[in-house]
């Protein structure tokens, strides 16, 4: 071949150089015949015990070191010697993505001596690459000398096919630029065709160096990769590199188009998440991982998925937004309440419109929820100050103690009393609705109220209570309680949880005994009912003063306080001032009370209270009954202003008849009206000592109903008794003037006018 090369350089030396044949270059591929189904696993390499690596190098897929580790034979690589060989040739590198092998190439170099004899030249400078031809565009082809030739001769099958060639001639080393350029001075570089996989290189002197062998011995020629090699100055006169590296092309050698080749899944050697390109080589194709993928895309799992997000670098995501990896690519999302795409040249991040409103609207529930809790803590602030209320006055109203003093009590007189709460009452008095008032005075306010079970009850809201007499309304509401006597009001039960406590009675239909005296109703009361009435009243007083289990007296016996029901039964009521009276005192000191006209004048000089003060107030309630006149008449002259001196004098004057009540029809009755004339005239007596008692006014009383009874059947009304002759006497006319005659000395002190005028503070004490 030598011979042959030279023959033809000496031939035609230049214009060999400067001719390029174009020659239709066939490059047979040929095609490992092993049948391959699509591209492996990594497990599947792993399976076939294939190492990646040869000495330092790695060898990925589809090249191999072992079988069944490569995609075909022309991607077998040798490395028995632990050093990577494509065939001949040392292997540097390998690019899956350039498509590239890098190799090591020899130099081609002819030197001569001093005087222009050759001494060395090598005999190795073709190469050849088999299916994977030199990078034309990697590679140049390059001389160094200043008296040199470079010649690469292209063969095609074996037969010599086109050359091409540089040529650099220098006189001396000044002229060889510094700067490292190969420019054609000293060193020339050009261009390959592409598609070389059989080249020879010669290098030569056209005058054996003689010019210039003082500084440039040899010429060298070679194919090496551009990027890889830089000219020297020094290269002139010293170039001691054996090899240089060389560019390779290669590709799936498939003599199909990419569409082609993926239509036949067996044969398609890219795997998944890859793309196909159209190799180098000619025919034949590359495979690439998609974009968001990276890997071996000739493993059918070889592409892994980029987690862009993990690399700042990699994604476009503004700070705010939060990247999410998806697979082969990734997204940005906006935070809440923003809107864009999150990428930094996209629409980044922008806060809603609606944020705002929400910021408003948020502010506003703020503000309102404030408002509603502070106007609802508030409220709750103010129902647990009236709680706080309510328990206060059901403590000061002494409401433990009652419930003490109850609990003491036997289970059914428990249920006697009832402890009502002021809601009950409140409803039950359609709140205290003035058209529900019955009466009112110094004592308070009763009001008609409809309990919850449409029962009828008398509400009595009582003056504001002293601190001290707490204890005694205890005891009065126990006591009460425990009286079940068909003539007295009986008490139901009461409610401590206002300022003044209330007191809950049973509901009495048909007025006050005053009211009915006094001719508020156009009936009049006959004189049996006002006899059974007093007997009545005088039963339920003597009861209280010794039946109960402790003496009770009344002290404001009257006839506003006895009140009549539908049958005119007598129902003694209001009990305010009532005291209880221990058993071993018959007397007891206190703070005088009572009603003007009514007080017991004993009592009002000692102010020693004693049950017979109860019993002057009941021969009041006589007198009333028996002439139907008020206690105290402040309109009439002054002797008959108080009724009971009144009547005392008419008494003594035997001038009964003339003050007895117009109403009364006195046929046949003179007797008994009489007689409780005259138990009323000791009643009335001064001095307590020397009245009845209640229950000798109650008796005498009793016997005269019964007596009436059995005479009544068959005795009709004895118009003409004797009794009644005497007394009646003839003297209706001299009344006004003979009753008054000696009424100042019967009575003590007491009932001036001065005395009578303080009604009020008197009244208003309880
Ligand atoms: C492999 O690399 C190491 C350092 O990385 C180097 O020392 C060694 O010479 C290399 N071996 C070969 C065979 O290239
Ligand atoms: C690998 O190279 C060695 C020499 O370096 C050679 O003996 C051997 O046959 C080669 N193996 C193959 C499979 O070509
Ligand atoms: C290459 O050479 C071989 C024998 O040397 C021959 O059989 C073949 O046909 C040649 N191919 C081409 C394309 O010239
Ligand atoms: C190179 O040649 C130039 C002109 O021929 C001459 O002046 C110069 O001295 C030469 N330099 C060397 C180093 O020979
Ligand atoms: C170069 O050397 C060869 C052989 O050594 C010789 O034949 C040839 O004449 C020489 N050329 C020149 C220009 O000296
Ligand atoms: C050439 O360079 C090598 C190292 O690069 C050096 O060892 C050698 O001595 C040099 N020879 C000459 C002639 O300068
Ligand atoms: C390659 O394809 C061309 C045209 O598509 C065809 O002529 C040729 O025979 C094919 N060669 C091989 C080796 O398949
Ligand atoms: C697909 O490729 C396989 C292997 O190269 C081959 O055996 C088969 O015939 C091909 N199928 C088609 C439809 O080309
Ligand atoms: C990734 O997604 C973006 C839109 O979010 C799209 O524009 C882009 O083309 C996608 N990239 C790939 C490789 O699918
Ligand atoms: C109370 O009386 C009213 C009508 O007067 C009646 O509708 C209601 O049912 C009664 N309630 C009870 C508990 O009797
Ligand atoms: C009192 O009772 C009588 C008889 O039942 C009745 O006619 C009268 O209307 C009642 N008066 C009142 C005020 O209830
Ligand atoms: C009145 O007397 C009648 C008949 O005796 C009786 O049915 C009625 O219940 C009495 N009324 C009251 C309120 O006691």
Redesign the pocket.
Known sequence: MASWQGMQLKLQPIIMMLVQVQVVVVVILSFSAATKAAAPTEADLKNHGCVNHCGNLSIPYPFGAKENCYLSEDF?I?C??SQP?YGDLHVTYISLDEGEVGIMNYISHDCYDLFGTPLQSNFYPWLFTANFPISSTKNKFTTIGCDTYGYLQIFDNNSFAFATGCVSSCMNMSYVPDDGSCSGIGCCQTSIPKQLSYIEVDAGSYNNHTDVSDFNPCSYAFVVEEAAFNFSKTYIQNFTEDMVPLVLDWGILDNETCDEAKRNLTSYACGDHSDCYKAEIGHGYLCKCSKGYKGNAYLSDGCKDIDECADPNLNQCVEESKCLNTPGNYTCSCPKRYHGDGKIDGTRCTADRVLVLQIVIGIAIGVLTVLVSSSWLYWIFNKRKHMKLKEKFFKQNGGLMLKQQLSRLERSTQEVVKIFTLEELKRATNNYDDNRIVGSGGFGTVYRGILADNTTVAIKKSQIMNQSQIGQFINEVVVLSQINHRNVVKLLGCCLETQVPLLVYEFITNGTLFEHIHNHFKVSLSWENRLRIAAETAGVLSYLHSAASIPIIHRDVKSTNILLDDNYTAKVSDFGASRLVPLDQDQLATVMQGTLGYLDPEYMLTNQLTEKSDVYSFGVVLVELITGKKVLSFDKPEKERSLARYFLSCMKNERLLHVTDEQIEIEGIVEELTEVANIAKRCLIVKGEERPTMKEVAMELEGLINKKMKKHPWVKIDLNGEESEHLLGGKLSGFELDCTTSCSNTTTTGYDSVRAHMMLPMDGGR
Do not use: I
Request: glycine content about 0%; charged content about 20%.
């Open positions: 077998f040798n028995s010697d060989y």
